[in-house]
């Protein structure tokens, strides 16, 4: 989940030249690398993330971000220099394959609690 976002200038975000004239936002969601997401830390995971609920007005604009966890910890990055639609804070982000060896290893690095599992599929999976 998005729980804050501070809009910035792009040039805070490490982008291409041709970038600096945009719009950009740094996400911060309530997870991060020391939870669900030590897949990047130990598995070297790349994991791409995508709004919950796509808004087909929302999606075609697309805008350079960066998605951190919740920690003060510089290392506590989920995502760098990737495209996404403008967020709100409260909207969730989805992730897909992220599964057993997620939140099995997360810790409360930081005293943060280990996120709440949901589980979902998809209507064609059924």
């Known amino acids: 989940m998005v ?33 669900s997401f030590n897949c990047k830390l130990f598995d070297h995971y790349s994991p791409v993330g995508e709004p919950l609920f796509p808004d087909p007005q929302k999606d075609k604009k697309k805008y350079p971000c960066t998605v951190w966890g919740p920690t003060c910890d510089g290392l506590d990055q989920v995502e760098e220099s990737t495209q996404m639609r403008q967020m709100k ?3 969730w982000l989805y992730y897909r394959n992220m599964g057993a060896y997620t939140s099995v290893a997360s810790s ?9 599992t949901y589980y979902f599929i998809d209507e064609f999976t059924l």
């Open 108 to 116: 409360t690095f930081n005293g943060f609690e280990k996120p709440k």
């Open 3 to 35: 729980i804050f976002l501070p809009p910035l200038l792009l040039n805070n975000l490490h982008l291409s030249e041709a970038d600096d004239d945009k719009d950009g936002y740094m996400y911060y969601m309530n997870d991060g690398v020391y939870g």
């Open 89 to 91: 804070v409260g909207e």
